[in-house]
C-alpha cells in the first residue's frame, strides 16, 4: 500500500515538479542521479608519454579519479540514489542542476560541500581523460574549422589562444583547472576555476581542460608547472573539442 | 628592506624518512624561494607596505592584492613550517603547552582532530593548530596560503603547529595518501618551538 502511493506521489512530482516539504526523498527527485563509477582510459597508461608519465596516469585516474567517485557516491547512497553510471552525463545533470536537485533533499552543509566536490572531481576527470591524446607534432584544431574560426576570432590567432591558456594556467594559484570553454552564446573563452569546480556551473561548456592540481604533474615536473603546461600541447585533444562544440 | 629566503635549520635530510631529503630540497629551494621575490615585487608597487614587517602585512591581507596576498601567506607559512618541525622523536610537549593539550582533551584528540582538518582541506592549504583569544587551544584549516594571522582569517589565533597539504608537501612520498602524511607527520614536530609560541602568544 505504501509503495503504490509513493509511485503516485512520484508521477505527480514529475509532473507537477513538487517538492516535498518533509524531505522524504523520492523516486522522482533521483531520476537523474546515478551512483558514478570511472570510465575506463581511453589509450594505455603510457600512452600519453613523454607529456604525461606511466606512473602519474595510473595514480590519477586508479586513485585520484576513483576517490572523486567513491567521495560523491557516500552521500548519493544516504540519499537512495540508485543505479550506477560511467558517464559524465549524469553528473553534469547535477552540477548543471544543482540548486535545483539539492533543493529536493536534506543535506547537511558538510555532505552538500562533499558532493559538489567530489561530483565535480569526478566530472572533471571523465572529461580530461577525453580531452587528451597520444602526443603529435604541430597538434592544432583542423585550418578553417569551426573551432579554428571561433578561436581566431576570439583571441586573434592560435598563437594568442596558446599564451593566453598558458598564462592562466601558470596563474592558477593553488588547485585547480584551466578551460576553453564555448559559451552560452557560442563564442570560446579561456576560463579558471578552482578546485573542482566546472565550468557547467556557469553554463559554459568545456571543450579542452588542463588538470593544475599538483597530482596532474608533481611526479615528472614537480614544481616546473610552465614545462607541463607545454607539454600540454602536443597532446590536447582537438577532435574531441570539436566535437563538443554546440551540444 | 627586502624580504629574503630563510634557509632551512637543518639538514635537507634531517627530517626522514618522513619527510624526504628530495621533497625538502624542492620544497624550500622552489615552492618556499619563489614567494619572497613575487612579495618584494608586490611590496615594492606599494608605498604603504615599505618597511612593514611581514606580521603587519599579514594584519591587513583584506585590504592586499592577491600577489601579496598569497606570496606573503606563502613566505610566512613555509618559515614557520621549517621552524616548528625537527628531527623525528627529538622532543614532547612540555609546561603551558602541555598543560592546553590535555585541556583540549588529549595528545591523541588533538592529533585526531588535525588530521581530519588536514585530510578534509579540499584543494591546497595548510592545516593548523591555534592559540585562541581565550588561551585555549584550537584545530583550524586554511585554503591555498592563508594563515589564522590574516585580518580576514575565519578562525584567527596565533600558529602554534601548522602542516602543510599543498599536494607538493607530500607526492613523491606519499603520493594520494595524504592521511597517511598526516599521520607520518606527528613524528617530526618540534614541541620545544612549539612551546616557545604557545607561552609568547
Sequence with gaps: ?247 | MAFELPPLPYDYDALEPVISKETMTFHHDKHHAAYPAKLNEGVAADPKLEGKSIEDILGMISTLPPLVRNNGGGFWNHDFFWKIMGPKGSTQPSGALKDAIDAYGGRDKLKDDFNTKGAGQFGSGWAWVIKDSSGALKVTSTPNQDNPLMDDAKEPGTPILGNDVWEHAYYLTYMNDRPGYLKAWWDVVNWDEAGKRFDAA
Excluded at chain 1, 544516504?78 to 533543493?103: A, F, M, R, T
Excluded at chain 1, 579542452?208 to 615536473?221: C, V
Design chain 1, 1 to 247: 500500500m505504501r509503495r503504490a502511493t509513493r509511485c503516485v506521489l512520484a508521477v505527480t512530482s514529475r509532473r507537477r515538479n513538487l517538492t516535498f516539504s518533509r524531505g522524504l526523498t523520492t523516486a522522482s527527485s533521483n531520476a537523474n542521479l546515478r551512483l558514478f563509477k570511472i570510465p575506463e582510459l581511453p589509450y594505455a597508461y603510457n600512452a600519453l608519454e613523454p607529456a604525461v608519465d606511466q606512473e602519474t596516469m595510473k595514480l590519477h585516474h586508479t586513485k585520484h579519479h576513483q576517490a572523486y567517485a567513491t567521495k560523491a557516491n557516500e552521500v548519493l547512497k544516504e540519499l537512495n540514489v540508485q543505479g550506477e553510471s560511467n558517464s559524465e552525463k549524469d553528473s553534469e545533470y547535477l552540477l548543471v542542476n544543482w540548486d535545483s536537485v539539492i533543493s529536493q533533499h536534506k543535506l547537511s552543509k558538510p555532505n552538500l560541500k562533499k558532493l559538489k566536490n567530489n561530483a565535480g572531481g569526478f566530472d572533471n576527470h571523465c572529461r580530461f581523460w577525453k580531452m587528451l591524446r597520444p602526443p603529435r607534432q604541430q597538434n592544432a584544431p583542423q585550418q578553417g574549422g569551426e573551432l579554428s574560426n571561433l578561436i581566431n576570432e576570439k583571441f586573434g590567432s592560435f598563437q594568442e589562444f596558446q599564451k593566453k591558456f598558458s598564462d592562466s594556467s601558470v596563474g592558477v594559484f593553488g588547485s585547480g583547472w584551466t578551460w576553453l570553454v564555448q559559451n552560452a552564446d557560442g563564442k570560446v573563452d579561456v576560463v579558471t576555476t578552482p578546485n573542482q569546480d566546472s565550468p557547467l556551473e556557469d553554463g559554459a561548456r568545456p571543450l579542452l581542460g588542463l588538470d593544475l592540481w599538483e597530482h596532474a604533474y608533481y611526479l615528472k615536473y614537480q614544481n616546473k608547472r610552465p614545462e607541463y603546461i607545454e607539454s600540454f600541447w602536443t597532446i590536447a585533444n582537438w577532435d574531441y573539442a570539436q566535437q563538443q562544440l554546440n551540444k
